[in-house]
């Protein structure tokens, strides 16, 4: 059979000058006809310049319509960079304490994990992570989107009113989103597979930690319950609770350490290096002051008092964990020194700008005495938890989510109390009691789900029992964190 000839439609030929950003590499790549070709060559080698310029063009471009740039907008957005900086900051601190609490000869494997998972944490948050987060409802205050990415674009509006610029936003944003992450590691350590634990990580980041937070921090449904709006200023349950599910959920489908448990009974499987997990609490400590007062959003005269809020529910937590632990085992415990300090950071997030400096500290000092009992009523459950981290971002992220009920304020507001004894009733109590328990039973349910496909599709998420009795160091990286020491010996 033949067909007439006829010309093809052609849609009208665009300009590389008039495409996006997005569109301009693709518009390259068509018109590439063969790889072998001197003409290919020179494509390729005019992707790198036409990106370039292409860029340079659009920020130029706006950058024209902008007004000149005023004190509190430069204010505003350096703060929070800073402030971002301080955030990343504490992946460091994270990997140390985990480190330093475990086995040398896993060593290598907590170190590549807390650094990897930052990485994709980043990744997957820009890609969809970020507009899941703080796109459009479609779900009537249950799930938002917006497109994949985000829109770099700085407008007149955001100079002239001191907003944040959205590329500044994001990244404070994706710090928080591998906070979330970066806490499960904790959990799972010494017998995870690290394949396993990266793609966990990127469904993490990319989805179930970014609806979680669209419920709060996007005006979502907890934003509409009752007269009085659920208050997690800065994450004890958004991050660090979610958090804490998900590796729980892990730690359980794991099961315990072998060794943990002789004759039922837990067995300490004390860390190879506590000068390292002490550094890397200190720079927790140092890096919660970008976490809380920087989630203010702005260079205002809140962010001082927010800092002086978490410094004293740090004091307060060292101090209770510190009182317990020597009461119960008769000599002053690091480990909970350590756990301490952050339990009381964990119990102040949430209401670091609704809570007195009294309350701060007050709240942080029954966080430090909390995490003590929690730690060992884990062990009784045989729930292995090599480093406290659900004790500390778990119990203690649902503790300083309700503590905001009992004895809060709206500071920067009103004034007036809202806890149950501060004036204010029951109802903000309920209210965050019902935020932390949906929180519980978001991650619980679908990290439970995820961890469980995973397993299912790579055959397990666990290491074999002689991976895990050499190390996986070896086993999963190939090498060693101390091979002098170990050679030596």
């Known amino acids: ?25 693709m518009m390259l790549f068509q018109s590439i006809k063969g790889l072998s070709s001197h003409r290919s060559l020179l494509w390729f080698a005019c992707v790198p310049l036409a990106l370039f310029g292409l860029g340079v063009f659009n920020l130029s471009a706006h950058a024209s319509e902008l007004p000149e740039l005023n004190a509190a907008f430069l204010a505003n957005n350096l703060w929070l960079l800073i402030a971002t900086i301080l955030v990343i900051f504490m992946n460091a601190g994270f990997a140390m304490v985990e480190a330093g ?64 610029v959205p590329t500044v936003d994001f990244l404070f944003q994706a710090a928080f989103a591998g906070t979330a992450a970066t806490i499960v590691s904790g959990l799972v350590a010494e017998r995870v597979k690290f394949g396993e634990f990266v793609v966990f990580s990127l469904v993490l980041t ?45 730690a359980m489908l794991l099961g315990p350490r072998i060794g943990k448990y002789v004759d039922g009974k837990p067995q300490a499987m004390p860390g190879h290096n506590m000068a390292i997990a002490t550094l890397g609490a200190l720079i927790l400590w140092i890096g919660w002051y970008g976490f809380n007062p920087g989630s203010q959003l702005a260079m205002d005269q809140w962010v001082p008092y927010v800092a002086v809020t978490t410094t004293l529910a740090a004091a307060g937590g060292a101090i ?16 909970m020194i350590i756990n301490g300090i952050l339990a009381g950071l964990v119990s102040i997030t949430a209401g670091c700008a609704n809570l007195t400096l009294a309350g701060s500290w007050l709240a942080g000092l029954v966080g430090g005495i909390i995490v003590v009992f929690a730690v060992s009523a884990l ?9 406290g981290a659900f004790s500390v971002h778990g119990v203690c992220g649902v503790w300083g989510t309700v503590v905001i009920g009992l004895w809060g304020y709206d500071i920067q507001g009103s004034g007036e ?23 519980a039973i978001w991650a619980v349910v679908t990290c439970w789900i995820a961890w469980s496909v995973i397993g299912g599709f790579f055959g397990g998420i666990r290491v074999s029992e002689q991976e895990e009795t050499q190390g996986l160091d070896i086993g999963e990286h190939g090498m060693e964190a101390y091979p002098d020491f170990a050679s030596s010996n």
């Open 1 to 25: 059979m033949t067909t007439a000839s006829q010309t093809p439609f052609r849609r009208p030929m665009r300009r590389l000058q008039e495409a996006s950003l997005l569109e301009g590499p």
């Open 101 to 164: 609490m475990c086995r040398s000869k896993n060593a290598v494997n907590i170190l590549a994990k807390n650094l990897f998972v930052f990485a994709l944490a980043v990744t997957a948050y820009w890609i969809v992570g970020y507009s899941i987060m703080y796109g459009d409802s479609i779900l009537g205050g249950f799930l938002f989107f917006g497109g994949l990415f985000f829109d770099p674009t700085v407008t007149a509006e955001t100079v002239s009113e001191a907003g944040l």
């Open 206 to 250: 990319a989805f179930i930690y970014p609806i979680a937070g669209s419920w709060e921090w996007n005006g979502g449904w907890l934003n509409s319950i009752g007269d009085k709006e659920f208050i997690d200023f800065a994450g004890s349950s958004i991050v660090h609770s979610v958090g804490a599910w998900a590796g729980l959920v892990g």
């Open 320 to 335: 209770g964990a510190t009182v317990v632990s020597t009461v119960f085992s008769g000599k002053p415990d690091l480990t």
């Open 379 to 387: 062990d009784s459950a045989g729930i292995d938890d090599p480093v």
């Open 417 to 439: 109390g809202l806890g149950l004894f501060t004036g204010g009733g029951i109802s903000q109590l309920g209210i965050q009691a019902l935020g932390a328990g949906a929180y």
